[in-house]
């Protein structure tokens, strides 16, 4: 009788636990989000809570799963030259990275450059769906959803070490490219979110030497209107609710602990998620920015500031702060609470009951993994062909595949793709040899020649028909070590350039000399001041490191199968001596296409097409109490199919306030096929038009006249050496009244259960 009652008291001990397990406060969905994270809360322990000031949202006690952060600038970073993926030692003792096959796309640099939005979001709607795969594939040990991209910051000047990791140095455009990318990686969901979107870095980190311990000093005007316009944006338009502390400071502040965080960011845009620091930054803000005495009183600090996440050590600061009565309690739960949002969104506090739609991805071990599927593929190579900028043609491209007979591909970047140090491992490369090989029509010749030495690049040069010579910088130094970087013009994480000429522009001037049908491929992560290759090359084009697809990209292009429509993301400058000291982060003392005084080599939003496009005339512009709708007719009068990229810039000559010559409002990247006429819409809200009024502290549109300019892109100074075959079209100015915008996010939405 005593074996009978226990075998039927186990049942019932066994079922009353597994429905506390579902019935948690926490993981009831038909409750708010605020409830669910306010119980939570009222749940964890002290030491769970100093656990969650970390990178890992997990709870084990309360059967909250692992989550920690990916890489995910371009294509979800697991393995590539910083061994984000992990570490395994070769059996001849070597470390190497541990192969995770992702999906890798042109750097951020090139994302830009295609200049369209949909693209963007599909690249990170790829990353997303293998970080889920990766996350949830039986018997895999990598746990993360929250993905450190996209790069938010601004390439304010061509020298930072990092501009391949961004968009651009344009304000709007980057944050138009930052809403698609928060977009893709998110998804569309109205409760739950694929993987969380944490952006990089706030704020103003755009110089390399010295980011530990210098400041980036500029007024309230520029951090509403050009620095943090994109994180804005990204925020209150494209949903993130995460980024990352820059590790410099503003105006004497280091941004790990700098008020706006709380007082601008949660309190005003309703940033109510993560806030963490960058790696090492709670150790520089102690011995590089010599803030704080001590540890204890840095972490207390941090806390303070409600950055959420650390990304090294400080459990023993934070208890020492604790004890020190440095910190409270009370400051940890408000830190974390955005920790435990995110993880709600994820769908990680749901339980076994959950809905997410995202939790069957990699569960059915038959199918494809996404990084193998013919879909990732034509991904990566439609995008790497669509950031392909034509910087020059003198009626050398596009190529005939039919009838060359004898092609020369030379220089370093011919034959090898480089990963950078914020790239994972791909399933496969296909560089520009192989992709030119892949293009061609059986029996031509294909000579390769990596460099001059004993005068190989100089033969092939003058054996071929074409010379297509391969060029730019290596992404991070030809060595992992850091703070290295052997050549000037090259620039990494922790190295700002040096230089900005080409360092094979040697190269270039033999294989021209050799063959006069030479096409100069610039593979480089930044511009260059290529003034002699600009005017002797008769063809010029550029591309980014690291896409699988790269070959296949390029060689579309160069044969016609794509026409190029990418445009550059910066002003390419004729000299070193044209742009201000780096560490000015005044924007208006010449820094930009908005700014900037004088001849460019190449303006912002430059490049050439194989199809000519005529701007005919405006057909009509529209405004209401909200938003200004400009219509322009555009004409592809060639007889080949192409892409144009419409642009649409404001100045504001009324303005009583020091505004850019001329602003980026709109843009639209749309295909004409040859000989159509399409009439283009490019709508302006009137709040885009306005400034940071630093006494009503909000967005203002001044009354009076604003200018518009349509086109293909900015025109610089007097003496601009590339000037547009048709003239932009000026709109008839635009009367418009005073309009406040106060820089307030709409209130958060609660999703209650259907």
């Not at 979001?121 to 769906?129: D, R, S, T």
């Not at 496969?428 to 000579?447: D, F, H, Q």
């Not at 006069?516 to 084009?541: C, D, G, K, R």
């Amino acid at each position: 009788m005593r074996n009978k009652l226990l075998f039927l008291a186990l049942p019932l001990l066994f079922g009353l636990q597994a429905s506390a397990q579902h019935t948690q406060a926490f993981q009831d969905t038909t409750l708010t989000d605020e409830q669910r994270v306010e119980h939570l809360l009222s749940i964890l322990t002290l030491d769970e809570k100093i656990n969650l000031l970390s990178t890992d949202l997990g709870v084990p006690r309360l059967n909250i799963p692992r989550c920690g952060h990916y890489e995910g600038l371009h294509g979800l970073t697991l393995g590539g030259p910083a061994m984000w993926g992990g570490r395994q030692r070769t059996e001849d003792g070597k470390v190497v990275p541990t192969d995770c096959p992702t999906t890798i796309f042109p750097q951020s640099y090139g994302l830009g450059s295609t200049w369209d939005t949909d693209l963007v979001q599909k690249v990170a709607e790829q990353a997303a769906e293998e970080a889920r795969y990766y996350m949830q594939t039986t018997g895999n040990k990598r746990h993360a959803l929250v993905m450190r991209a996209p790069n938010a910051d601004l390439a304010r000047d061509p020298r930072w070490g990092r501009t391949e990791e961004s968009f651009g140095e344009d304000a709007f455009l980057t944050a138009q490219l930052t809403i698609a990318s928060v977009r893709g990686l998110q998804g569309n969901h109205p409760r739950y979110w694929k993987t969380a979107s944490l952006m990089k870095h706030f704020l103003a980190n755009s110089n390399e030497d010295g980011r530990d311990s210098t400041s980036s000093d500029f007024d309230t005007r520029l951090f509403h209107e050009y620095y943090a316009y994109p994180f804005y944006k990204g925020i209150t338009e494209g949903g993130s609710r995460a980024f990352m502390a820059a590790y410099n400071s503003w105006n004497g502040i280091p941004m790990s602990i700098h008020p706006c965080l709380e007082e601008i960011t949660r309190k005003q845009w309703g940033n109510n998620g993560i806030i963490c620091t960058d790696g090492g930054a709670l150790k520089l803000l102690i011995e590089a920015h010599k803030s704080f005495p001590s540890f204890a009183e840095g972490a207390a600090a941090v806390v303070k500031a409600t950055t959420g996440q650390f990304l090294d050590a400080y459990v023993p600061y934070v208890k020492e702060a604790l004890e020190k009565g440095l910190l409270t309690e009370v400051d940890i739960d408000k830190a974390i609470r955005g920790n435990i949002f995110v993880a709600l969104k994820l769908g990680l506090l749901d339980g076994d009951n959950s809905r997410n739609p995202y939790l069957s991805i990699g569960k059915n071990s038959t199918e494809t993994p996404p990084f193998m599927t013919a879909e990732a593929r034509r991904l990566a190579r439609e995008v790497t062909a669509k950031s392909v900028v034509l910087l020059k043609n003198k009626k050398l491209l596009p190529l005939d595949a039919g009838k060359l007979r004898k092609i020369a591909v030379i220089g370093p970047y011919s034959d090898k793709i480089v990963q950078d140090w914020y790239s994972g491992t791909p399933p496969y490369e296909t560089t520009i040899l192989s992709g030119i090989r892949n293009a061609v029509k059986e029996g031509t010749e294909i000579i390769h020649a990596e460099d001059n030495r004993m005068g190989q690049a100089e033969k092939a040069a003058a054996a071929a028909d074409v010379a297509i010579v391969c060029v730019g910088n290596h992404p991070y130094g030809t060595r992992a070590d850091w703070k290295f970087s052997p050549v000037p013009s090259d620039g990494r994480e922790a190295v700002d350039r040096k230089s900005l000429m080409l360092p094979d522009e040697d190269l270039v001037k033999l294989v021209l000399k050799a063959n006069p049908n030479t096409i100069l491929v610039l593979v480089s992560s930044f511009p260059y001041t290529i003034n002699w290759s600009q005017e002797h090359v008769p063809a010029i084009v550029h591309i980014t490191h690291c896409s699988q697809e790269q070959g296949n990209g390029l060689a579309d292009v160069l044969f016609g199968k794509v026409n190029p429509a990418g445009r550059t993301v910066q002003t390419w400058v004729k000299d070193i001596t044209d742009l201000p000291d780096i560490m000015d982060y005044d924007i208006r003392n010449g820094r930009t296409y908005m700014y900037h005084q004088g001849p460019v080599l190449y303006p912002f939003g430059y490049g050439l097409s194989y199809s000519d496009f005529t701007y005919e005339k405006i057909e009509s512009v529209k405004q209401d109490k909200k938003n200004i709708r400009v219509t322009v007719s555009v004409k592809n009068t060639s007889g080949r199919d192409g892409e144009e990229v419409v642009q649409l810039y404001a100045s504001y000559p009324d303005s009583k306030v020091e505004r850019p010559s001329k602003q980026l409002r709109a843009f639209r990247r749309i295909p004409i096929k040859a000989g159509e006429t399409r009439k283009v819409t490019l709508t302006v809200p009137k709040e885009e038009l306005g400034y940071w009024n630093e006494g009503k502290q909000m967005f203002v549109v001044e009354p009076g006249t604003v200018k518009l300019l349509i086109g293909r892109y900015t025109v610089g100074g007097k003496d601009q050496a590339i000037r547009m075959k048709k003239p932009s079209l000026n709109i008839p100015t635009i009367k418009i009244s005073e309009l406040c915008h106060n820089n307030v996010a709409n209130p958060l939405i609660t999703y209650l259960q259907a």
